[in-house]
C-alpha cells in the first residue's frame, strides 16, 4: 500500500514537472525542435566556429526579395494560442495577450508591410455580426493573416464565409467545429491563395 503511494505521488511529480517545462516553453514562445541537427548550436570546422544561418519568424529559408516572411501556428485545443509572426515580430501571441478563442486576424499594408490591426472574434460564444463588419471594412490591397483558436467555425454563417472566401480560402466553406485552420490572403485577390492548411478535428 505505502509503495504503491510513492510511485503515484513520484508520477505526479514527473508529469507536474514536464508540463512545467512544456509551459515555460510556450510562454517564452521557445521553439522547442529537438533534432539533432538544431541541438547543435554551432559547428566546428578546424579551428572556424560557425553558427547556422537564422532566417525572419524562424523559418527554414530566407523569402524572395520584394516578399514579406511570416509564419503563423494556429492554437493548440483550447490551451496554446495562435501565434503570428511578420518580418521576424512577433504581431500576434499568448504573450502579447491579444490572441483569442475564434478566429485570430492581422491586417497589413501590402505595400508596406506594416501591421494595420489585430483583432480576435469569438465564434463559440461571440456573434458574427461584429466579425463580418470587420472584413467587410478591410481595405483593398490588404494582406490578411487569420488563424483559429479553439472554435472557429460555430457562429459562422454563410455571409462569413463568403467573405473569407473573397479573401482567397479554399477551405473556409467546410470548416467545422475546432478544426486547426491558418490562412494568409488579401482583400481583391483574383485567385485563390496557396497560404492555408486546415486539419480537421476527429
Known amino acids: 500500500m505505502i509503495r504503491t503511494a510513492g510511485i503515484l505521488k513520484l508520477v505526479a511529480l514527473v508529469t507536474a514537472f ?14 522547442m525542435d529537438f533534432k539533432l541537427g538544431n541541438m ?7 579551428n572556424l566556429v560557425t553558427k547556422p544561418v537564422r532566417h525572419k519568424c524562424g523559418l527554414l ?5 520584394a516578399h514579406f516572411a511570416f509564419k503563423i501556428v494556429s492554437g493548440a485545443a483550447s490551451v496554446v494560442g495562435p501565434r503570428m509572426c511578420l518580418e521576424d515580430k512577433i504581431v500576434m501571441s499568448g504573450v502579447k495577450n491579444n490572441v483569442g478563442r475564434g478566429i485570430n486576424i492581422a ?10 490591426n ?4 469569438d465564434m463559440w460564444a461571440g456573434d458574427v455580426a461584429p466579425f463580418v463588419k470587420f472584413l467587410k471594412d478591410i481595405k483593398e490591397g490588404t494582406i490578411v493573416m487569420m488563424a483559429s483558436f479553439d472554435d472557429a467555425a460555430t457562429k459562422l454563417n454563410d455571409e462569413a464565409r463568403t467573405l473569407i472566401a473573397e479573401l482567397g480560402s479554399s477551405v473556409i466553406s467546410s470548416m467545422g467545429f475546432r478544426d486547426n485552420w491558418i490562412f494568409v490572403g488579401g482583400k ?3 485567385t485563390k491563395s496557396p497560404f492555408e492548411q486546415v486539419t480537421q478535428e476527429v
Open 188 to 190: 481583391g485577390i483574383k
Open 18 to 31: 514536464f508540463l512545467a517545462v512544456f509551459l515555460t516553453f510556450q510562454l517564452l514562445e521557445i521553439n
Open 61 to 65: 529559408k530566407s523569402c524572395p526579395n
Open 118 to 121: 489585430t483583432a480576435f472574434f
Open 107 to 116: 491586417l497589413v499594408d501590402g505595400k508596406t508591410g506594416q501591421t494595420t
Open 40 to 46: 547543435m548550436s554551432k559547428s566546428v570546422t578546424g
